[in-house]
């Protein structure tokens, strides 16, 4: 197998403008700071500009607008970090499982319908009456409930768990541990105090290249159905209640937790740890950055931050004033003194 590539293999792979050596040799990758004269790098984020300066790379990717340094090697792209994923996908090939069938510690009921080329590993459990599509590959430890309707294309990583009834669409990812269709979480209490838990009676639906992340739960409606939309991408350890419903193509981030009935439009992103609160809305094309709490709903587009969510102009607005309190309540006494004196 060839271990380097000219810079010229490279412009061909990831259609970018050379500016350098096009004979010039590479045979890995890696980040700015740490990259060798042998390794391709990239910048993405303006804050690195520093960095790329002082890099050892033998070539780095960046957008027409940086500025170059003469007498070193660049591929100019619109998208850095995608050009630059499809080389390390060309230097870091992809470990495939061994298990390209069907395995024979899987248990899988007679009523069960598997697609061409369904793959399943070591000791899955797929229950009465599942249907999955072709190409679909189960990992380890796999649990599918009765009912289940998986699509192709899937991938459903180690330990991930559906549970009765779910639908799920084609192309779609669960990284391991997710779980979709847990119950939710909800009770009466009586008149003793005692928790008396709802039964959850209905459904989850993963639509087409939806993915999900490690350790990620889904909890199934009480009697409809909890929805994640086409193509919404949801990061590890986050929590979506019951009947929720998320719109096409959001992007979901680490320990988000959205609660019961709320409802994100198309082109939402929520930002790291970010809570929405049951029964509002969050409208398309809307970003709750990192921490932020969305207590009632939002419909304007743009970005809000803070607890309350508000618009992150007007929250940094307040913070202005915030750092200013010390200086007013110096001048507020100045005044009051004066005042005092004078009477």
Do not use: W
Not at 43 to 50: A, F, G, H, Q
Not at 191 to 218: C, F, R, S, Y
Not at 225 to 231: M, S, Y
């Amino acid at each position: 197998m060839k271990t380097d590539r000219a810079l010229k293999e490279l412009v061909e792979l990831t259609h970018s403008t050379l500016v350098g050596d096009p004979d010039y040799r590479v045979s890995g990758v890696d980040d700015l700071e740490f990259a060798s004269p042998k390794e391709v790098s990239f910048l993405e984020n303006s804050r690195y500009v520093t960095q790329m300066k002082k890099s050892q790379a033998g070539v780095i990717f960046v957008h027409p607008s940086v500025q170059l340094i003469e007498g070193r090697n660049y591929l100019v792209t619109p998208s850095p970090s995608m050009a630059f994923q499809q080389v390390i996908e060309l230097f870091i090939p992809q470990i495939h499982s061994a298990f390209s069938t069907i395995h024979p510690t899987a248990v899988i009921h007679e009523s069960a319908e598997l697609g061409e080329e369904v793959s399943v590993a070591p000791h899955a459990i797929i229950d009465q009456g599942v249907k999955i599509g072709g190409r679909t590959h189960i990992g380890p430890g796999v649990s599918i409930g009765p009912g289940v309707t998986i699509g192709a294309e899937c991938t459903l990583h180690a330990n991930v768990v559906i549970r009765e009834g779910c639908q799920i669409g084609s192309g779609v990812v669960l990284q391991p541990g997710a779980v979709i269709g847990s119950c939710g979480y909800g009770y009466f209490t009586n008149k003793n105090g005692d928790h008396i838990p709802l039964k959850q009676l209905g459904t989850v639906i993963l639509e087409d290249d939806v993915e999900i992340g490690a350790n990620t739960t889904i909890d199934r409606a009480r009697f409809k159905t909890t929805l994640i939309k086409r193509g919404s991408k949801i990061d590890n350890l986050v929590q979506i209640a019951h009947q929720v419903e998320i719109g096409e193509n959001n992007l979901i981030v680490s320990q988000t937790g959205i609660a019961g009935s709320s409802k994100t439009g198309n082109n939402v992103v929520l930002a790291g740890q970010v809570g929405v609160i049951g029964h509002i809305t969050i409208g398309d094309r809307i970003i709750l950055a990192a921490g932020a709490k969305a207590v009632k709903s939002i419909n304007e587009p743009g970005v809000y931050s803070g607890v309350p969510a508000i618009p992150i102009r007007k929250l940094n607005e307040q913070l202005v004033h915030v750092r200013n309190i010390g200086k007013l309540v110096t001048r507020l006494r100045a005044l009051e003194e004066q005042v005092n004196s004078e009477s």
